[in-house]
């Protein structure tokens, strides 16, 4: 990504990793698709669940946008046998830290699930899929860092061979483990969890010894299995912030699922299927924008800045056109869409409605990914955790009481009269923050601060040296 023309280098980089990420909304989508076969009370538990067990493995997201980070600048400036030992530090830590979180989310699981509103029927399908979610927390964290540290070296195809083998097996288990084909029992959400569970294990295992066996850009060394202090503390140092940012996001998420369930299980089903719907367009976005991280982070390291400028805006631009599209297609065709996973007319309908406010508005939630990609290549995950605050926390949540309920709502000291427009008003606040924290982050993204990097780089020798 250091030389030569952007845009094919780009969609080299990038393609793969859309790849991986529609095959992984696929499978996720192949969850809702069996699960809306057993009943709306499935389908609303998994639409609460799902955002919730993200709330845990968004701290991979912090180790991920570390290691991305350090490995592509560490490539860029040719520090090989250093980006091998942060393929290490990193493996250490989340081991660590995944063993952690899934024990606690185990343990706190009924709390868990009564604090996001699922009540009677949706109480009991939602804890039997959220518990297996646990047990597969070290396995997906496993296989995140796997990807980002290849991603960070250049190679993004090996990860998304892997994903069409991990969401091949995850397609096919789902109908035997949801509703009992042939000698399988009929387990549900649990089953959903199961084929999830087990896809993640097999793939956390072959990815590890690719690392091990180290032909793909990067390799990882037993002997670096040991705490290398400095190198940790910068995982940490570059990694807090994007944990936080994946923690807010998906707390976010869980708080928005838990104003739907305020609805009833009708809205709150038709959320599910919806933004298992948008999740296509974020895959396309998310992966434009990982790719834009490894060619922000590799330029650093060649010391090019405006090329890794240069890189952020044409992904941006790029990706905008992709979502324009797609958006217009849900916004035409939306009846169609939710009908694929579930028939019941009372859940279409206001699936339809969702669709319909959201689609027009892809494009932007699209590009601001794009936008903290090139962030967080350049090692500033600071600023893409802000964005991500202000996204959700300053700009959708606020809306989403504002518009959603009536009577009187404070907002940052303000007292603001609710609009009292009903689950409806959830839908439009989604449109509004995607807009005003997109505008943001282009502005910001503008400043150029961002081109300072995180990795140090050894002096210029000089004549008499």
Request: hydrophobic share 55%.
């Amino acid at each position: 990504m250091t030389t030569g023309a952007i845009t094919p280098k780009l969609t080299s980089l990038a393609w793969p990793l859309v790849a991986g990420n529609l095959l992984q909304t696929f499978y996720n989508l192949a969850d809702m698709f069996w699960v809306g076969r057993v009943s709306p009370e499935a389908v609303a538990a998994v639409s609460l669940m799902f955002p919730t067990s993200w709330m845990f493995v968004s701290v991979a997201m912090g180790l991920t946008a570390a290691s991305v980070a350090l490995v592509s600048q560490h490539v860029g400036a040719g520090n090989d046998r250093q980006a091998d030992n942060v393929v290490a530090q990193t493996l250490l830590l989340t081991v660590a830290v995944s063993v952690t979180l899934a024990t606690a989310g185990y343990t706190f699981r009924e709390p868990l699930v009564t604090l996001v509103g699922a009540r009677g029927e949706v109480y009991t399908a939602a804890l039997a899929y959220i518990e297996v979610l646990f047990v597969a927390i070290p396995f997906t964290f496993l296989f995140f860092v796997f990807r980002a540290v290849l991603r960070g070296a250049g190679d993004t195809k090996t990860a998304m061979w892997l994903m069409v083998f991990s969401a091949g097996l995850n397609v096919v288990l789902d109908p035997f483990l949801i509703l009992g084909y042939g000698p399988f029992p009929a387990w549900g959400t649990r089953g959903a969890a199961v084929a999830t569970l087990i896809s993640r294990v097999l793939v956390a295992i072959v990815g590890v010894y690719i690392l091990v066996k180290g032909e793909w850009g990067v390799r990882l060394r037993l002997a670096d299995l040991r705490p290398d202090w400095p190198v940790l503390k910068k995982l940490v140092t570059v990694g807090s912030p994007a944990t936080v940012d994946g923690a807010a996001r998906s707390f976010a998420a869980v708080a928005m699922a838990a104003l739907v369930a305020r609805f009833g299980p009708i809205p709150t089903a038709a959320y599910g299927v919806g933004v298992r719907l948008m999740s296509v367009s974020w895959t396309v976005s998310g992966a434009v924008g990982q790719a834009a991280a490894t060619g922000v982070g590799q330029n650093l390291g060649a010391d090019t800045p405006d090329r890794a400028a240069e890189v952020t805006w044409k992904a941006t631009a790029g990706t905008m056109a992709v979502l324009f599209g797609a958006g217009g297609l849900m916004f035409a065709f939306p009846g169609a869409a939710m009908r694929i996973f579930i028939g019941d007319p009372a859940v279409v309908a206001e699936g339809v409605r969702f669709l319909r406010i959201i689609g027009p508005f892809l494009a932007f939630f699209g590009g601001l990914m794009v936008v903290q990609g090139g962030f967080r290549g350049a090692g500033d995950t600071l600023v893409a955790m802000a964005l991500s605050f202000l996204s959700r926390w300053v700009l959708r949540i606020p809306l989403a009481v504002l518009f959603a309920y009536g009577g009187t709502v404070t907002v940052a000291g303000l007292t603001l009269s609710g609009f009292g427009w009903g689950v409806t008003g959830l839908w439009w606040s989604w449109a509004a923050s995607a807009i005003g924290s997109f505008v943001v982050g282009v502005l910001w993204f503008a400043l150029g601060r961002w081109k300072r990097g995180v990795v140090e780089k050894e002096p210029a020798a000089t004549p008499g040296d």
